[in-house]
């Protein structure tokens, strides 16, 4: 027998918290209106693990369980997983769905909904990377994930790319579609923000907080003319973010938005 485990869980951390939670033996999620239906065998429910992933979030642990009837969750959930267009040239697609003639595919290996690009945030940035045309240019993809970004940098002619992820899980689905894509110029590491170099470009689509924690650090690892590409918050939030930018003199170039969340390109002068 299964269990349906229901947890309310903020938007923003729903595919963070997703990835956790699969990490810990989960085998299938479901995501509506802010509540995520996870599935385990009964044997199998740890609520001390479930609890350490809710608590290291604020994510109040008063879930729900209930017994339900077997099921095939890997099979449900990919029958109802579609392909991501990210424009008439880019598809984001998993490993069982069918091969495009797509000039830009990107090949990934979801771990259930997680990175997948679903994500307005992940759209919004790998739709601008097609405005900055990286080519020729040092990338670094900060908060990686699966690696969609990095990948996407590589088959737009990006010279080479650090992606960085603090998570072995991160690393892991990075390496495993960089593979997927038969990317070469993409180094992949488990990191903190101590991260080295100079860069044309930088990608964080992380969250609010951390993007302002870091930004001074971006700015620094910034060439000359360099873009800072910045997501992972709600339009409400730009405001903090164009504060900052007066700040450290960098110049704002574009601010785009779906779905109430926010992208913004950011040129250090």
């Given at each position: 027998m299964y269990s349906e485990i229901t947890i309310n869980c903020p938007e923003n951390l729903i595919e963070i918290v997703q990835s956790e939670l699969i990490n810990i033996g989960i085998e299938g999620i479901w995501e509506e209106n802010n509540t995520l239906k996870c599935y385990i065998r009964n044997k199998e429910i740890k609520n001390e693990e479930i609890d350490f992933v809710l608590s290291k979030y604020n994510i109040n642990t008063n879930y729900q369980i209930k017994s339900v009837e077997n099921k095939n969750w890997n099979a449900e959930w990919e029958s109802s997983y579609n392909s991501v267009k990210i424009n008439d040239d880019c598809i984001?697609?998993?490993t069982f769905h069918t091969p495009t003639n797509t000039k830009y595919e990107i090949v990934i290996t979801p771990k259930m909904s997680f990175g997948t690009g679903h994500h307005s945030t992940t759209y919004l940035m790998a739709q601008s990377l097609f405005e900055i045309k990286p080519e020729n240019m040092d990338?670094?993809?900060?908060g990686c994930g699966t690696g969609i970004l990095a990948i996407l940098s590589e088959k737009l002619g990006a010279r080479k790319i650090t992606a960085i992820d603090n998570e072995d899980w991160a690393v892991e689905n990075s390496l495993e579609n960089i593979k997927n894509n038969n990317c070469k110029r993409i180094s992949v590491?488990?990191?903190e923000s101590n991260f080295e170099g100079k860069?044309?470009?930088?990608?964080s689509n992380i969250t609010k907080n951390i993007n302002l924690q870091l930004i001074e650090k971006y700015h620094e690892a910034l060439k000359s003319g360099g873009i800072m590409l910045l997501s992972g918050f709600y339009i409400s939030d730009v405001i903090d973010f164009e504060k900052k930018s007066n700040e450290l003199k960098l110049e704002i170039l574009n601010t785009k938005s779906?779905?109430?969340w926010a992208c913004i390109y950011l040129k250090k002068c």
């Open positions: 984001i697609r998993a990338v670094m993809d900060m590491f488990k990191r860069f044309d470009l930088i990608l779906k779905d109430n």
